[in-house]
């Protein structure tokens, strides 16, 4: 899966010279939380998101009267308080090499270039919604959590016990285990009741850690 594939796109843009409580007022309208900054070409050239509208202000703003600090307000422009060093990727970017420089970088979207042009943006909502996907979130079905030996065939092994039952996996994932010799696994599982699932499961591995069932959110 690349970046490409669950991109928003086309992408709500701002100009350097928009006036922050536009800006605000657009990405409210918009229900956004992030506005790629872009030059008259077109040209990514920053990123601002609300918490940096929001936290804006002008200097000395304590000693200002109401109306004076709204003035002052209304003349800062987004190119005063954006991000001008954004990281970003490209289409082809696989989405966890994505979530990766996300999570390393602290940061909740990366805007998608294609030949220095904006064509989309990736944020911490588009991942969301892929995680959703891999758990089978929206399927009904019987949700196991396994542990089992980190070792050739355990995979297999686990999806050979349910076809025999006549069920059908609709998601599974893996993570690190108790130790470095083992794997979590979870699976979700259609066709086949719980205690059922749970006694074949049962002697093919090291141990059940959670069985339920599951409907749709």
Same mark, same amino acid.
């Given at each position: 899966?690349?970046?490409?594939e669950?991109?928003?796109?086309?992408? #709500?843009?701002?100009?350097?010279d /928009?006036?922050?409580?536009?800006? /605000?007022a657009?990405m409210?309208?918009e229900?956004? %939380?992030r506005?790629?900054?872009v030059?008259?070409?077109? %040209?990514?050239? *920053?990123?601002v998101s609300?918490?940096? /509208?929001?936290?804006?202000s002008?200097?000395d703003?304590?000693?200002?009267?109401?109306?004076?600090?709204?003035y002052?307000?209304?003349?800062i422009?987004i190119?005063? #308080?954006?991000t001008?060093? $954004?990281?970003? $990727?490209?289409?082809?970017?696989? #989405?966890e090499e994505?979530? %990766?420089i996300?999570?390393?970088?602290?940061? *909740? *979207?990366?805007? $998608?270039?294609?030949?220095?042009e904006?064509?989309?943006?990736?944020?911490?909502?588009?991942?969301?919604?892929?995680?959703l996907?891999l758990?089978?979130?929206?399927?009904? @079905?019987?949700?196991?959590? &396994?542990?089992?030996?980190?070792?050739?065939?355990e995979l297999?092994?686990?999806?050979?016990?349910? %076809?025999?039952l *006549?069920g059908? &996996?609709?998601a599974?994932?893996?993570?690190?285990?108790?130790? !470095?010799?083992?794997?979590? &696994?979870t699976?979700k599982?259609a @066709? $086949?009741?719980?205690?059922v699932?749970?006694?074949?499961?049962?002697?093919?591995?090291?141990?059940?850690?959670?069985l339920? !069932?599951?409907?749709?959110?």
């Amino acid at each position: 899966m690349f970046v490409s594939e669950r991109m928003t796109h086309p992408v #709500i843009t701002a100009h350097p010279d /928009l006036p922050i409580q536009d800006a /605000l007022a657009l990405m409210r309208q918009e229900n956004i %939380r992030r506005l790629p900054v872009v030059d008259s070409r077109g %040209r990514l050239v *920053g990123m601002v998101s609300d918490r940096d /509208l929001l936290h804006a202000s002008p200097s000395d703003a304590t000693s200002l009267s109401v109306w004076e600090l709204n003035y002052l307000l209304s003349k800062i422009t987004i190119d005063q #308080i954006m991000t001008k060093e $954004v990281i970003s $990727v490209t289409g082809d970017t696989p #989405i966890e090499e994505a979530a %990766r420089i996300m999570a390393d970088s602290k940061i *909740g *979207g990366l805007p $998608v270039l294609k030949d220095n042009e904006l064509i989309g943006i990736i944020t911490e909502t588009d991942l969301f919604k892929i995680f959703l996907e891999l758990l089978g979130a929206r399927e009904a @079905g019987v949700r196991a959590t &396994v542990l089992v030996p980190d070792v050739p065939g355990e995979l297999a092994k686990l999806t050979t016990t349910i %076809r025999n039952l *006549g069920g059908n &996996v609709v998601a599974m994932v893996q993570a690190l285990g108790a130790s !470095s010799e083992n794997r979590m &696994v979870t699976i979700k599982v259609a @066709g $086949v009741d719980l205690e059922v699932l749970r006694e074949a499961l049962d002697p093919v591995v090291i141990e059940i850690i959670d069985l339920r !069932s599951t409907k749709p959110g």
